[in-house]
Nanobody, 115 residues
């Protein structure tokens, strides 16, 4: 069983920055993907950015040049540095770990960007 605990985020003005963290615990494989998704009110959950166990990062075009994902393999923790935030980035942000074909999700944290 895998547990994901998210922290960070909150309320920030447009143009500001936030940093999210997600710590995984439990039965963690050395081969996994960890990443971030978000869901705005009335919208479906959407992909933001992820990092593979080899360190390859994949991101959505909407966050290119603004968001950066990183991972501490020793701590099984993934981070999302969000800069130049826009009001449209307001959403609940979820951490996800995929390993052996299974997905585990964090509890989600509300991040709000005011204009």
């Amino acid at each position: 069983q895998v547990q994901l605990v998210e922290s960070g985020g909150g309320l920030v003005q447009a143009g500001g920055s936030l940093r999210l963290s997600c710590a995984a615990s439990g039965s963690i494989s050395s081969i996994n993907d960890m990443g971030w998704y978000r869901q705005a009110p009335g919208n479906q959950r959407e992909f933001v950015e992820r990092v593979t166990s080899s360190g390859t990062t994949i991101f959505d075009a909407s966050v290119k040049g603004r968001f950066t994902i990183s991972k501490d393999n020793a701590k099984n923790t993934v981070y999302l540095q969000m800069n130049s935030l826009k009001p449209e980035d307001t959403a609940v942000y979820y951490c996800k770990l995929r390993q052996k074909g299974y997905d585990s999700w964090g509890q989600g944290n509300q991040d709000t960007v005011s204009s």
